[in-house]
């Protein structure tokens, strides 16, 4: 079905994670995303999502592009959204698994399919499904891999065998996460990140105009910001995705930066209709660009 790896875990109540969870909560770091706060419950006990839940099936999905896009100086879209939006991708496959799971078991499997988009802490369920281990960034990471994945997970009402959690921690000392964050939005020991100040955050989360002390920080990003992952050691592992639904339009392959800043709602709703970009919509996009420095500013490769 496409997907890299896959890991198991009890389906039960997460009590350190609730923690972390609260405290993150309570140091307001979630911004004016207020719907982190809501189904508490929810998140941190998957018998509430489906009942009788017995396992967590967690899955990744790779997402890291073969090429870069030919013109270095225009605004830069996160890579995770240069394609079609991943929550249909990997969502109906999802559904496949479960009928494939109805079929091998002979019994009518109960379940629900999840990717980023319900009360669902993924990344948590990874580690303890022994898929990788939360990296400084925040970010979940694995040995020889990196993180340009997605993470997906499938609760069911099926007893599974559960995979051993990821216990240990291979990021060392190594702190250039932290260091390349223009903005600082990951703590000084890391693990930890202050939404509010994250610029995936400031372009798609925030829905008031970005405050004034980030406007000259966003480092050309429009859409997202990969900025954490480019500089991870473990990135260098990085192998290209093999999902044709990935792949970028055609126009933003050879999108100027005259072309950026001359976008149309038309030619908006032709690039990026059906990608996670839709999430920021046309106004959001142009009044971040409008921030960006009118002269050339980044020598990287970028959409």
């Known amino acids: 079905m496409g997907f ?31 719907w982190m706060a ?26 890291y592009p073969a090429q870069q896009p030919p013109h270095a100086d225009v605004p830069r879209i996160a890579r995770y959204a240069w394609g079609r939006d991943y929550h249909k991708v ?19 499997v109960q379940g629900r399919g999840f990717v980023d988009s319900a009360p669902v802490l993924e990344r948590d369920w990874a580690r303890r499904a022994g898929i990788g281990w939360q990296g400084k960034h925040t970010l979940l990471l694995r040995k020889g891999e990196g993180s340009w994945f997605f993470l997906a997970a499938l609760i069911v009402d099926l007893e599974l065998p559960a995979d051993p959690p990821v216990r240990t921690d291979h990021c060392g000392t190594c702190r250039r996460c932290i260091e390349a964050c223009p903005t600082g939005a990951i703590d000084a020991h890391g693990y930890v990140l202050d939404a509010r100040r994250c610029i995936s955050y400031l372009t798609i989360e925030l829905k008031d105009a970005i405050p004034h ?73 142009m009044e971040t660009i409008r921030l960006l420095p009118s002269a050339k500013s980044s020598t990287e490769p970028s959409p």
Request: charge should be neutral; charged fraction near 30%.
């Open 4 to 34: 890299d790896h896959v890991g198991i875990a009890r389906a039960e109540y997460m009590d350190e994670e609730a923690r972390r969870l609260e405290a993150w909560l309570n140091r307001g770091y979630h911004g004016t995303m207020y």
């Open 38 to 63: 809501r189904h508490f419950d929810l998140r941190v006990d998957p018998r509430k999502l489906v009942p009788e839940a017995r396992s967590v099936i967690v899955l990744t999905y790779n997402y």
């Open 90 to 108: 990997i969502r109906k496959k999802l559904k496949q698994l479960l009928r494939w799971l109805k079929d091998e078991s002979g019994t009518d």
């Open 213 to 285: 002390q980030f406007t000259d920080q966003l480092k050309g990003w429009v859409f997202g910001c990969d900025i954490c992952q480019e500089v991870c050691p473990w990135n260098r592992f990085a192998r290209p995705h093999h999902e044709p639904n990935f792949a970028p339009h055609p126009k933003l392959w050879h999108m100027t930066r005259e072309d950026w800043q001359a976008l149309t709602r038309e030619t908006f709703d032709e690039v990026f209709s059906g990608t996670p970009v839709e999430r920021a919509g046309y106004e959001k996009l």
